[in-house]
């Protein structure tokens, strides 16, 4: 019966196994070369694994400028109808194959609209954040007018004054509401904000999202002075 060949290779004429002690001495020597580029690589496909995985929350508009090929766009609508968790996880690996052949120019153009779109989040959400602030600022105290119609002139002055007033009276019928219920004993109804409060903040916010806001309210808001 025949010994099977000891797998191997030839290093300056001497025969050196696969596995011996002299195969670990020599890949160790080589390490930083050739096992540093299988890493790098390893960890490139990875990353853009990861950047396939961060397309599928792109928004329709921007996946739609990218003009991606087909086979990828195909693959990411199939991945979001996947629920299946291993399903999910071939074809998130499928779809990092098919990131690794687009060029250098795709790629920075996948990352800048992911950014695009993070950056428009963000500033949705703080100007969401300051049109609340102004809102509760000015219900509080016609103090606050002033300085809120020396940025936006163009507001209609009878109108938010109107909404102002509003906002306190269905306020302070709420709380009487509930001050009621409980000297009765009974549970408070559950606190609910009227329509001028809502339509105070759209008004507000309208403004705050219109060419007269330069995305620096958050530092002009005025300070609180009744608090």
Do not use: C
């Amino acid at each position: 019966m025949s010994r099977k060949p000891t797998k191997g290779y030839f290093v300056r004429g001497k025969f050196v196994a696969e596995g011996s002690e002299l195969d670990l001495e020599l890949k160790a020597e080589l390490k930083g070369t050739w096992d540093s580029t299988k890493t790098d690589l390893k960890r490139e496909s990875d990353a853009l694994q990861d950047l396939g995985k961060e397309l599928l929350t792109l928004r329709r508009g921007l996946l739609e400028r990218l003009q991606l090929p087909d086979k990828l766009t195909d693959a990411l609508q199939e991945a979001l109808r996947i629920t299946n968790f291993e399903g999910k996880r071939r074809q998130m690996q499928f779809i990092g194959k098919l990131m690794r052949k687009l060029d250098e120019q795709q790629i920075a153009a996948v990352k800048d609209a992911l950014n695009e779109q993070r950056t428009g989040a963000s500033i949705v959400k703080q100007q969401t954040q300051i049109a609340e602030l102004w809102r509760d600022r000015l219900i509080a105290s016609d103090d606050n007018l002033g300085p809120w119609m020396d940025q936006f002139p163009a507001t209609d002055t009878q109108q938010i004054r109107a909404l102002m007033r509003q906002a306190r009276k269905d306020d302070a019928t709420a709380q009487a509401k509930a001050a009621e219920a409980e000297a009765k004993g009974q549970t408070p109804p559950p606190a609910t904000k009227g329509r001028a409060y809502r339509e105070l903040f759209q008004l507000v916010r309208l403004h705050i999202t219109g060419d007269e806001a330069d995305g620096t309210e958050a530092d002009a808001a005025p300070e609180d002075d009744d608090a």
